[in-house]
């Protein structure tokens, strides 16, 4: 059987691959995509063995560093980098949780400072029993995954 | 070495130790103006009667003039200053700045922005390092160490911020914890995570005649009202954690009731008279003990 891209293939940039479908506006807001002004094409609730439904996002002419693009593990850990080069794939990474997050999670904690004073959040990241938990670096207070909410970026 | 103090883990085993040795020194001299030319502001944006007071007769016994608020409803805060002003502005007239308030992290957010040294005197329910440090230095006092002790901590350990730090601190020294607290009161398993990772023995119950013939310390908190979604559950678990002097019959000769106050029905007043009543003086050693920190913050 033909097999066909259900997003079209980039000639150079960076594709994103394995982003559970709920997550894909999230990870366009935390990477400031829809600021930007390369080409974008992304496609959702695609069928995966993996996730069940996942997204793909494919952006040209832009790379993105280890620290940014690493923001995204809170939400879509195993999400898969590829960097083509010329409709190659050159280089595959895979994400790795960052030791600090700034600016992109809400503390939970509804009297903490960071939620009452113009103040951009930090947590250290912990991962406890599998699950991916943030501590907040004011109120030390812990933001679980049921609970995080991430600070649109627009 | 730490330049402010906002939470107790700011301070190693060491520091903790060594702002113990120093309310030594106070306690046994107190008048020791040896920061005539310093200025302490103390600003408190919530109410306080221990902490406040004690600050400000810890600065002045060190010679320091106070400058401050007890009461932000005179300041900026009332027209929208942010925080960040305010300490901006405070730190252009003070060497050293006390602050509570009733956000959790304002402390941190404050020795951020701050110049000067910042002492955290409370941050909402997260912490109060220089309770805990007082606390240390009166189970040191009535103690003669703080190893290897059975400390049992009653009340409200779900929401209580003096049991959180105090139960950090302590794990520097090998202690044995018992929590007594009703259901809706329990201590948070990220807490009890915290000990088990350092192999710190503890056990619970919800009986406080359970534990009080083993303990050299019994660590009284309140129990509030407001934390209570059921208010007849309330009534009578408040009546449950009520300490009277004929509970202590078994008790250690050198066990000790500690109480951060202000105590409302949770001990007696029958226990007052009592040896092992402690919490008085554990109020007068906040002053040597905010001495001992103001003097290490300073130099």
Partial sequence: ?154 | MSRNLISIQDFSKEEILEVLKMAAGFEKNPSQPIFRDKVVASIFFEPSTRTRLSFETAANRLGARVIGFSDAGNTSVTKGETIKDTIKMVSNYADLIVMRHPLEGSARYASEISPVPVINAGDGSNQHPSQTLLDLYSIQKTQGRLDNLFINMVGDLKYGRTVHSLLQAMSHFNPTFLFTAPEELKLPNEYKEYLRKRNIRFEETRNLSDGICQSDILYMTRVQRERFTDAIEYERVKNVYSLNNSMLDGAKPNMKILHPLPRVNEIALDVDNSDHAYYFDQAKNGVYTRMAIITKLFS
């Fill in chain 1, 1 to 154: 059987m033909e097999k066909h891209l259900k997003v079209s293939a980039i000639k150079n940039g960076t594709v994103l691959d394995h982003i559970p479908a709920e997550q894909l506006f999230k990870v366009i807001d935390i990477l400031g995509l829809s600021c930007i002004s390369n080409q974008i094409t992304f496609g959702t609730n695609l069928d995966s063995k993996l996730l069940g439904k996942k997204a793909i996002i494919k952006i040209s002419d832009r790379y993105f560093e280890s620290d940014e693009i690493n923001r995204i593990a809170l939400i879509a850990p195993q999400a898969k980098i590829n960097i083509i080069q010329n409709f190659k794939v050159v280089e595959k990474r895979v994400l790795s949780i960052p030791s600090s997050i700034k600016g992109i999670a809400k503390c939970m904690n509804p009297v903490c400072v960071t939620n009452h004073q113009p103040i951009e959040t930090l947590f250290t990241t912990i991962t406890d029993e599998n699950e991916l938990k943030l501590l907040c670096h004011y109120c030390e207070k812990i933001t679980d995954k049921e609970n995080l909410k991430i600070i649109s970026n627009n």
